[in-house]
């Protein structure tokens, strides 16, 4: 079992820049594939990026691709997603999942509760 925090969420202006966090618990946490993915309001929840068991390799969305980076520390069982330039359109709720490398929420066998991003023009 993996028990997932995601932190970091908040209300940024275009052009600015978040770091989200997600806490892992539990001693398999290096083990898992970890992506973030967001929903948006009336939208379905879609893929934004993902990262293997050993950080070494990644994968974007076309959206996130050169704007947002996807990291994670073993040692301290987090995953993170640093996003730069954010656009109104980043808004959403952002959540961190652990499970197979993909890009399907099916690939994915937990999942966080969300934290909220918000940009505003």
């Known amino acids: 079992q993996v028990q997932l925090v995601e932190s970091g969420g908040g209300l940024v202006q275009a052009g600015g820049s978040l770091r989200l966090s997600c806490a892992a618990s539990?001693?398999?946490?290096?083990?898992?594939?970890m992506g973030w993915f967001r929903q948006a309001p009336g939208k379905e929840r879609e893929f934004v990026a993902v990262?293997?068991?050993?950080?070494?390799?990644?994968y974007y969305a076309s959206s996130a691709k050169g704007r947002f980076t996807i990291s994670r520390d073993n040692a301290k069982n987090t995953v993170y997603l640093q996003m730069n330039n954010l656009k109104p359109e980043d808004t959403a709720v952002y959540y961190c999942?652990?499970?197979?490398?993909?890009?399907?929420?099916?690939?994915?066998?937990?999942w966080g509760q969300g934290t909220q991003v918000t940009v505003f023009s």
């Open positions: 999942a652990a499970g197979e490398y993909g890009l399907d929420l099916d690939d994915y066998d937990y």
């Open positions: 539990g001693r398999t946490f290096s083990s898992y594939a």
């Open positions: 990262i293997s068991w050993s950080g070494k390799n990644t």
